[in-house]
């Protein structure tokens, strides 16, 4: 259950900030890499493709020039997530990037990858997998990837099904490399509690949708702030793949979000052709109730470390009355 120690060390929070389609971009990137956690984008948001070269440097300088100006700050890597589909058709050039620049840790989804392990692998990098069941997590593992994304209930965007508590109990009876859960982690609280249950890191992405450096609509933002868990909708209608949306967000594009018809997963479009129903229809996981207003980056994570430290006194602390001594 270690991490990397280059990983490790390059931690300040045991949290990886989520690439969120449209959301995430070098500006929410960099914030959260100076935050000390892991920041994160999808290829496909650079776009035309050609930008994920600037992208990639953009990023590059920043944390360098910060690291530079403070050395004993704690800086973490970045990453890019790469979609693994046929609808995808950047995929090779999207990689070519990567490799090039020697991303440090790309994040596959969808299917397991394949050639392009080894030169990643060849270069340092690490590859993180987003899995949703075991069989998934068992490929991905023979793809002989770095570590396990498990995605479960609550998720924002695409999710699984599974319980977390049944979903890492099961990944551990076979599985001692790093884990990182996912599912409507939006407190520091919730960090701590994946932890307890042998997750590694968190994966955190609706919690930063509603900060300053998030490339999201201020009415999105708005609309996470003044949402609960009732206003989560799980559907695949979207994109043919099952996920969580805000149902006011649905509801304002003229759909009834209690009678979405079924869709087919194999018809899935990734390409900025088909970015439309990302940019009407807003994904977030089931915390987003936890989340009471727009702030910069550096407070959310500034909060997320505070509210870690009070869960990890309260459970550590004297014992309260009426619990073993």
Not at 18 to 45: E, W
Not at 143 to 154: R, Y
Not at 285 to 290: H, I, K, R, S
Request: contains cysteine; negative net charge.
């Amino acid at each position: 259950m270690a991490l990397p120690d280059r990983l490790k060390k390059s931690l300040a929070f045991p949290a990886i900030g989520s690439p969120m389609f449209i959301v995430s971009t070098p500006d929410l990137v960099v914030a959260q890499c100076l935050g000390g956690i892991v920041g994160s984008f999808p290829a496909l948001n650079a776009r035309p493709a050609g930008q994920l070269d600037a992208w990639i440097e953009r990023i590059k300088t920043a944390l360098a020039r910060a690291k530079a100006e403070d050395p004993s700050r704690v800086i973490a890597p970045f990453a890019v997530n790469q979609i693994i589909h046929a609808s995808n058709d950047r995929l090779l050039l999207d990689l070519e990037s990567c490799i090039r620049h020697e991303v440090p840790i790309i994040i596959t989804s969808l299917r397991a990858p394949g050639e392009e392990v080894k030169a990643i692998h060849a270069y340092g990098g690490l590859i993180f997998h987003d899995v949703t069941t075991i069989r998934h997590a068992k490929k991905a593992l023979e793809a002989e990837v770095d570590g396990l994304i498990l995605v479960c209930a609550g998720a924002g965007g695409h999710a699984g099904t599974l319980s977390p508590f049944a979903f890492v109990s099961e990944i551990r009876r076979f599985y001692d490399g790093p884990v990182i859960l996912s599912g409507a982690m939006t407190s520091g609280a919730a960090v701590l509690a994946a932890q307890a249950m042998g997750a590694d890191l968190a994966y955190m992405g609706t919690r930063f949708i509603a900060t300053t450096e998030a490339n999201a609509a201020e009415n999105y933002k708005r609309m996470v702030v003044e949402s609960s868990v009732a206003d989560v909708v799980y559907t695949p209608f979207f994109t043919g793949v099952p996920g969580n949306y805000l149902k006011p967000s649905i509801l304002a594009a003229g759909l009834d979000a209690d009678a979405l018809p079924e869709a087919d997963k194999d018809q899935m479009q990734f390409s900025s052709n088909h970015a439309k129903p990302w940019k009407d229809i807003w994904g977030a996981g089931q915390g987003v109730g936890n989340i009471d207003a727009v702030l910069p980056t550096a407070e959310v994570i500034a909060r997320l470390k505070t509210e870690y430290a009070q869960a990890r006194d309260h459970l550590c602390g004297p014992s309260r009355e009426g619990w073993p001594q």
